[in-house]
């Protein structure tokens, strides 16, 4: 069964780090971009980071540069995003997706209201910043 797999999220206080995994199960995650998005209570979802099959190139959005990093273990079929100083304002149910088109995925992740054309998306973790 093809499938991405997020793990990692929790209840964590302003100021301290959570790290996200996106495992795939049934395919080669390595031919794959993969981003990650995020859609907090009432908000639309939004793209978060993302990086390219072989790790070489990565892109943040604005609010979170920093403070996140993304990187994958191809070996280990798996992406990550490590948060740093997260905020209240970082809750959110967290989503990686994935699809062979690197540009692709960079332009959605940026804002283009495309999500539906990304191929492959797992069911989310949610993280709750909060004191």
Not at 86 to 92: I, K, Q, S
Request: hydrophobic letters at 35%; a negative charge.
């Amino acid at each position: 069964q093809v499938q991405l797999v997020e793990s990692g999220g929790g209840l964590v206080q302003p100021g301290g780090s959570l790290r996200l995994s996106c495992a795939a199960s049934g395919f080669t995650l390595g031919n794959y971009a993969i981003g990650w998005f995020r859609q907090a209570p009432g908000e639309e979802r939004e793209g978060v980071s993302c990086i390219n099959n072989s790790g070489s190139s990565t892109y943040y959005v604005d609010s979170v540069k920093g403070r996140f990093t993304i990187s994958r273990d191809n070996a280990k079929n798996t992406v990550y995003l490590q948060m740093n100083s997260l905020r209240p304002e970082d809750t959110a149910v967290y989503y990686c997706a994935g699809d062979l088109e690197a540009d692709l995925m960079t332009t959605i992740v940026a804002g283009a209201p495309d999500q539906k054309y990304l191929e492959l998306w797992g069911q989310g973790t949610l993280v709750t910043v909060s004191s």
